[in-house]
Each structure stands twice: as C-alpha cells, then as structure tokens.
C-alpha cells in the first residue's frame, strides 16, 4: 500500500505545471457531464445543510490541503522580512491622498485622534491575526481560520469579498500610481489617460500605464517570497526616508496657533466618521498573515512582524497628520494634494515632488506586498475547490502559485484600464471590516468551544454571552449613527450589555482551548473589543455602502448555490472516503470535525 501511495506522489510530481484541461478545473465528479450536473443541482438543500454545519481543522488547512498545489512553498521569511511586508503593505497613498481630505471636511485639527482610534482597532484586528496565524499557519490567512471555526459558508463570503477586495483594491492602487507620476512630472492628473469619447462617463479614459504597473509589480511576485521582501525591504527603505522628510519638514513648520480655535470643529462625530475613512490606510496587513506557511519559525515571527508593523504605522500616520494640520489650518487645506499644498504655503514648493514620490513609492510597495498576499489567498481558496483547484497549482522552481497571482493581476488590469477612481472607490472598506469582526468572533468560537468536548452547557453559555457581545456592538453602532446620538442613556445601555458580555464571558465561560505558541493578552477583552471597533467602524460607511455590499453578497452566495457547493462537497466526502482506507490520525483531523473543502 505504502507503494501505491509513493508511486502515486511520483505520477503528480512529474505532472507538467504548464497545462490547461477540464479535468484540471472542474475535476469534481458533480461536473463530470450535465447529467452529472442536474443530479447535483436537485441534491442542493440536503448538500448545502452539510457544508454549512462542517468544520475544517488545523491540520486540514495547514497540512492535508498543500497536497493539491502539488508542489509547496517555501519557507524563508523571518519575522523582519514579515515587519518590512507589513510595513509595505500598509504605507501606502492613502496617509498622502485621505489626511487633508478628513482633516478638511470631518475631523479638523484632530484629525491625529482619527488615525489613532482607527489604528487602534487595527492593531487590535492584528493582535486576533497572530493568535490565529501561529496557530492555523495557511496560506488562506482569515480564510482559513474561519473554515476552522466558523464554517464554509462563513468562510466562503470572506473569500468572495477577499477577491473583490483584491482585484478593486489593486485596481485603485494602479490608477492612482498613474496620477501622481502625472503630478510628479508636472503634469494634469488624467493627462497621461487615453480619452474615448465613445464609451460612457467613468470608463472613458483608459489607463495603460496602470496595467503595466500591476503586470509589473505581479511578475515580482511570482519570481519568489525571498525575492520580492528584499525589494519591498530596498523600498521600505526610501519609504522611511521620505516619510522623516515630511515629518522633518512639517514640524519644522508647526505652529500650535494653527490648531486654534477649536480642535474639534466637527465634533467627536467628525472624527469617528475620519476615522472609518482613513481606515483604509491601515488595510493590507492582514496580508503578513497569508505568509505564515512560508515563515521560517510562524510561531514566533507572526506575532512579531504583525504587531511591530502595525505599531510602528499607527504612530508614523498620527504623527504625519499632526504635522499637515499644524503647518496649515485645516480650513486651508487642499483635500487633494494637502502635503504639496502644505509645504508649498511653507516656502518649499520643491517639496511636492518629494511628496508624489513617496506616494509613487508606498503605493508600489502595496501593489508589490498585495500581488504576494492575495495569490496566497487565492491559493488557498482553490485548494479548497471553492473555485477551480487549477489556481491552486505551486510553480515547481519558483516556489509561488503562478496561475492564481496571473488570475489577480488579469482582473485587476481588465478594471484598472477602464474604471475611474470615483467608479473604484465606491467599492467601501466595509467588507474589509466586516472580514475583520469575524476573525475577531472565530478567535473567541476557538478558545472557548472545541467540537466533542464543550458540553451542551458551556455551549449555551458562551453563545448567550457571545450574542450580548455581538448585539450590544451592533446597537452601539446603529445609535451613534440615529437621531439620538447625542443622547446618552442609549450608550450606558448598550455599554453597560458589552461589559456584561465580555466581563460574563471572562467569569462564567471556561476556556476549552489554551494557544500553543502566542496568546492574545486580555482574553476576551481584547477580541470582544475588536468586534465592537470594527462593527462601530462599519456602521459609520452610510447606507450606500451596506446596499453594495448586499449586492455583492447576493451574487456570491448565488455562485456558491451553484458551483461552490457541489465542488466542496464532492471533495470534503472524496477525503472522507479515503481517511476511511487510511488511519484518519494521520491527518490530525479533530474527532467530531468533518474533513471538508
């Protein structure tokens, strides 16, 4: 038997990694023909109660699904090439493009607090990261901790916002790469667009560049891990040397008169609105997470790189936006090209070439860190046939999986070279946040529930107290956003439900499961906190946002009806079938967890 097996393994490894068949896409035997097909479509419900009460395991994600890219990556990241990535992912336009803009028209002076409230629940979102990443150390990232614990339907509307948020989000980034070369070479933001007269508003100018630039920073990508953190680390490099520039410059302005009169014009609302806005700067560090199963030592350098990053990021953001409103009222300040303006207004004119440079420079490092990330997501994604597994695939000599970075890049390019930014940015950061509050609920579902051990009254328990968590988030962020905001018996109430829920989770409910490696501090204070910021975040986005959202998601889930969950079945009780000709321990697969996809 254990020939077979080696001859088996011997057959895929001399499978060539260049191939293109149906068999490779749709191997599942639910679209083996049509008829096969119509069998599956009438054996919907029963399939669909099954994979939303399966559960993956640990081991499953980490271990028994690498075997479908056939080849695996390579494990040669340290926790500093982790701080560098995160560091690249993160510093991007956004600090450049959104801190006049909300210093302008929300925020004010205190425009520094928005940053730290929005790096606050950031930083909280990384610390539920690396419990969960040392842990579950996938390719997947939230993907695969959610699989884990919260199951595959949960899993899957991650994964489908994942990829949107992938492909809009590098797409946005290509765009505005091409409008600060046009700044940085003096020219008119869309002066190097190709106009079409013939197509409609907000598709009309068409972006090469922008598609050279990701095709670019992609081939990076898949030339190696190793490769490409040495260049962001280069690049990181200059990042920090324009970012004390600005800081040096700025502070060298700083007049504290300019923060008179008021340091909040537009209230405490204001910021809290800034801050969900200038949220997005901080996006992309969930990306460290997807390098876990290339890291040397996940345990240790997770951890490390993740909250060192995000750390050092948070005070780099609060400091720059407290520079810009110091060197300029936030009355005066350009919503669109607030630093240049800013140093201009100082006597340094020449300065705004230094600042588009940077912008050039962080939002290449994201398009660079993004291209890494969201293949490894994709990568894992496919592993699970959720879509076809030929994106699964590991390049043999590379070590990177070709075929799902190529998959990424082509959808980001087809939008980067018609849509407009304006058409781009109202694709919201919610889904992100969203993403986020669920990572913060499977880290508590992991520590305090464990299938086969957790009694039916510890269960209860910790779902009674989880609910008050959850609803008590959810109403705190509906009243903020009502006509009573400035009413307070609404936030004693719902306050004094969040402290009872968590403080009542802390008291009443017995962890069932201790972290191997890295703990978050605070159980369950911290990811309790998590879930209130994020879902508060969110419901400062506006009904458009939540509508979209909606959209999207109905379309997701109508994909998954008919494809997502007929390919998942087929493989989940395709390896059910075979843990039962070989002892199932082998794979670490927890008693009570179905081994799914």
């Known amino acids: 038997m254990a020939s077979a097996a ?10 060539r990694y260049w191939r293109w068949s149906k068999a490779d896409f749709f191997p599942e035997s639910s679209f083996r023909s049509w008829s096969s097909y119509g069998g599956a479509l009438l054996s919907t419900a029963p399939r669909l109660r099954d994979r939303i009460t399966s559960r993956s395991s640990e081991a499953v994600e980490a271990g028994t699904l690498i075997a479908q890219s056939e080849n695996p990556l390579r494990r040669c990241l340290s926790w500093v090439d982790l701080a560098f990535l995160g560091f690249g992912s993160v510093v991007g336009s956004g600090v450049f493009v959104l801190t006049g803009q909300e210093a302008r028209f929300d925020a004010g002076p205190a425009i520094p607090l928005a940053y730290a409230a929005a790096g606050f629940s950031a930083l909280l979102s990384s610390f539920c990261y690396a419990e969960l990443a040392t842990e579950i150390p996938s390719a997947g990232g939230s993907f695969s901790y959610l699989r884990v614990e919260l199951g595959d ?10 990829l949107l948020e992938a492909v809009v989000g590098a797409a946005g980034l290509g765009r505005s790469w091409t409008s600060y070369l046009a700044a940085l070479i003096g020219r008119d933001p869309d002066a190097l667009r190709i106009h079409v007269p013939s197509l409609a508003d907000g598709f009309n100018l068409l972006d090469p560049i922008a598609v050279v630039v990701l095709c670019s920073t992609s081939a990076l990508a898949v030339s190696g891990a190793r490769l490409t953190s040495t260049i962001n680390f280069l690049a990181s490099l200059v990042g920090i040397a324009i970012i004390a520039f600005v800081l040096g410059g700025g502070f060298a302005h700083f007049d504290a008169a300019k923060l008179a009169p008021s340091f909040f014009p537009f209230g405490g609302a204001g910021v809290f609105r ?21 890291t040397k030592n996940p345990g240790r350098d997770v951890p490390l790189g993740l909250i060192s990053s995000m750390s050092a990021v948070t005070v780099v953001y609060c400091a720059m936006s407290l520079a810009l409103v110091g060197m300029q009222r936030y009355g005066e300040i350009d919503p669109n090209a607030a630093y240049s303006v800013a140093f201009a207004a100082a006597g340094m004119k020449w300065a705004r070439y230094v600042v588009a440079l940077g912008a050039l420079k962080g939002m290449t490092s994201g398009l660079l860190v993004g291209a890494l990330g969201q293949a490894r997501y994709t990568t894992q994604i496919a592993r699970t046939h959720m879509i076809p597994p030929y994106f699964a695939l590991v390049h043999p000599k590379t070590g990177t999986p070709i075929y799902a970075t190529i998959a990424v890049t082509l959808g980001a390019a087809c939008v980067a070279l018609f849509s407009s930014l304006d058409v781009l940015a109202s ?4 889904s992100t946040l969203f993403i986020f509050a669920l990572v913060a609920v499977a880290l508590l579902v992991r520590r305090y529930y464990v299938a086969g051990a957790t009694s039916p009254a510890q269960l209860r328990t910790f779902l009674a107290f989880l609910g008050m968590i959850v609803v008590s988030s959810i109403g705190l962020s509906v009243y903020y956003n009502s006509g009573y ?3 307070w018996p609404g936030y004693v109430a719902f306050g004094v439900l969040w402290v009872a829920g968590t403080g009542g989770l802390a008291l009443c409910a017995k962890q069932q499961r201790e972290p191997k490696v890295y703990g978050v501090p605070l159980m369950p204070w911290l990811p309790a906190m998590s879930v209130a910021t994020n879902l508060f975040l969110m419901g400062s986005l506006g ?11 109905a379309a997701m889930l109508v994909y998954y009806v008919l494809f997502g969950v007929h390919a998942t079945y087929d493989m989940a009780h395709s390896e059910d079938q075979a843990a039962s000709a070989v002892d199932a321990a082998t794979d670490g697969v927890e008693k009570g967890k179905i081994v799914p996809v």
């Open 543 to 553: 009904s458009l946002a939540y509508m979209r959202f909606g959209i999207c998601t």
């Open 485 to 487: 905001a400035r009413r």
């Open 153 to 162: 339907l949960a899993a899957f509307l991650a994964a489908g916002n994942i």
């Open 274 to 294: 800034a801050a969900a806005v200038v949220y997005w700067s901080y996006t992309g560090f969930d990306m460290v997470a997807t390098m876990a199963e290339e």
């Open 6 to 15: 080696e001859g088996g393994d011997a057959a895929v490894m001399r499978r």
């Open 427 to 430: 694709v919201s950061s919610i």
